[in-house]
Nanobody, 126 residues
Framework: VQLQASGGGLVQAGGSLRLGCAAS????????MGWFRQAPGKEREFVAA?????????KYADSVQGRFTISRDNTKNTVYLQLRSLKPEDTAAYYC???????????????????WGQGTQVTVSS
């Protein structure tokens, strides 16, 4: 699975962005997908995850719960992250990832993902 993230940019606090992650290769729908972010000087942290298949199950970091929404469209081999009510502390490079094992529920652990996109930068100005 190869992943290509897009949609990042510069936005004012309170604004919105929609990130996309297009996957190539077979069996996209069989993998749980996640979004992580990494700010300069900090470790990569979990943001959101969605389960395989129809994506019925989702998980969010406490810091983004209620503001971000993860979804997937298996017909387009794409997972999305809608960002709303953005804050300066949301500034980071955002990475999408596919779980190593098929039929996953979407893990919060970085180590459960083998396939990573290149990252897209989100910058929120105050």
């Amino acid at each position: 699975v190869q992943l290509q993230a897009s949609g990042g940019g510069l936005v004012q606090a309170g604004g919105s962005l929609r990130l996309g992650c297009a996957a190539s290769g077979r069996n996209f729908s069989r993998h749980g997908m996640g979004w992580f972010r990494q700010a300069p000087g900090k470790e990569r942290e979990f943001v959101a995850a969605v389960s395989w298949g129809g994506g019925v199950r989702t998980k969010y970091a406490d810091s983004v719960q209620g503001r971000f929404t993860i979804s997937r469209d298996n017909t387009k081999n794409t997972v999305y992250l809608q960002l709303r009510s953005l804050k300066p502390e949301d500034t980071a490079a955002y990475y999408c990832a596919a779980e190593s094992n098929a039929y996953g529920s979407g893990s919060q652990a970085v180590g459960h993902y083998d396939f990573w996109g290149q990252g897209t930068q989100v910058t929120v100005s105050s």
